[in-house]
């Protein structure tokens, strides 16, 4: 099984001469071509401003999603893959929940909060610069995973805010014949808030067939003082039971860094992004009502995929120190997205939360 035949440039090259390239955006909703700018001026939300340049002068270039509602983003048929995606919306960000589906499937291969979807869970900008998702001045969300499809691909975009949001964006997708072993491209959010006494924290389970785990992104705040990142990731494949067949060393380890995420300058946590592991983000505690410490880590496996044949589970601890020089399991806000492939365009996703057990607080 070619587990990851499309990142990186030159197979892509080589896999699309035959391509031809598309685009959906508020300006061109159906992708269609030649039919990109064309909304009349009385249709426009910005058709005031063009009121002097005519049509074709920025007349829609954004969406008004009402309270409530879901906006289909993209509805494309044939064969070929979502290449990347540009967007921007107004917070808050866990009430904007993006879902993809693939092959005319009727539930989600991704179903997640559009902050977490772009490692941004707490709801504040901070910048990214991993490989497969961008976040740059001043909250330009960008995705570059590989989305193939046979048949069908269609995104959409709920509102289950209050209140009416706004939202810019551009999807790019080409057709073209895929490789006969192309997988498909799924994410899953969960929250444990707060995580229950001397339980592990879930990241993925429930994923059967074949395929292999891209990576994650988790939003982590921390309900005790001192150090919090003891805790073993452990990836169950292939029917693993008590004990996993990839355990990991520690929180830090796992997420590239070590020894705390230390500055030993400064003795503060330190933060970087790297193209495949990052501690994108730390929101410190200050003022007066802001008493935790909070952690926005990726770690994407995009050149050492952990591979399936038949499931899949991945868990961490929450791990700190205690008295005595014993541990102590944190009972922290966690949340998480998990990032994979696999041959079956609609994994068992668990429910999503409720708008009040998403919310950050």
């Known amino acids: 099984m070619n587990n990851f035949p499309f990142f990186g440039p030159l197979g892509g090259i080589a896999l699309r001469r035959n391509a031809q390239s598309f685009s959906v955006c508020a300006e061109n909703p159906t992708g269609e071509k030649g039919k990109g700018g064309m909304a009349e001026l009385t249709d426009g939300v910005s058709g005031a401003a063009a009121r002097d340049l005519g049509r074709g002068w920025k007349v829609n270039p954004y969406l008004r999603i009402p309270a409530g509602e879901t906006a289909t983003l993209m509805d494309a048929t044939g064969q070929g893959s979502i290449d990347q995606i540009w967007l921007t919306v107004s917070r808050p960000w866990r009430n904007g929940i993006l879902r993809f589906y693939w092959d005319g499937a009727d539930t989600p291969a991704v179903e997640?909060?559009?902050?977490?979807?772009?490692?941004?869970?707490?709801?504040?900008?901070?910048?990214?610069?991993s490989l497969p998702v961008c976040v740059n001045p001043h909250n330009g969300f960008n995705c570059y995973w590989p989305m193939p499809f046979k048949k069908?691909?269609?995104?959409?975009?709920?509102?289950?805010?209050?209140?009416?949001?706004?939202?810019?964006?551009?999807m790019n997708y080409s057709l073209y014949t895929l490789p006969e072993e192309a997988l498909y491209f799924c994410a899953q959010f969960r929250r444990r808030n707060p995580l229950p006494y001397k339980e592990v924290y879930t990241i993925l389970d429930g994923v059967t067939g074949k395929g292999h785990f891209a990576g994650t992104y988790m939003a982590w705040g921390v309900n005790n003082c001192g150090w919090w990142g003891e805790g073993e990731i452990k990836f169950y494949i292939d029917g693993d039971r008590e004990f996993p067949t990839i355990c990991?060393?520690?929180?830090?380890?796992?997420?590239?860094?070590?020894?705390?995420?230390?500055?030993?300058?400064?003795?503060?946590?330190?933060e970087f992004s790297t193209p495949y592991s990052g501690l994108c983000q730390v929101v410190r505690p200050d003022g007066l009502y802001r008493s935790q410490t909070r952690f926005g880590l990726y770690r994407f496996h995009l050149t050492d995929p952990v591979c399936f044949a038949q499931n899949l589970?991945?868990?961490?601890?929450?791990?700190?120190w205690r008295s005595g020089g014993r541990y102590l399991p944190q009972q922290d806000d966690i949340a998480s997205v998990a990032f994979w492939y696999q041959d079956d365009p609609a994994p068992a996703l668990p429910t999503l939360p409720t708008i009040d057990d998403m919310e950050i607080i």
């Open 313 to 320: 589970r991945v868990t961490i601890q929450a791990l700190g």
């Open 248 to 270: 990991g060393t520690g929180t830090e380890d796992y997420f590239g860094g070590a020894y705390n995420f230390e500055n030993t300058k400064t003795h503060e946590y330190e």
């Open 152 to 170: 069908r691909a269609r995104v959409t975009f709920e509102n289950r805010s209050e209140e009416r949001c706004i939202l810019y964006y551009q």
């Open 112 to 129: 997640c909060p559009v902050g977490d979807f772009f490692l941004s869970g707490w709801n504040e900008y901070t910048p990214v610069r």
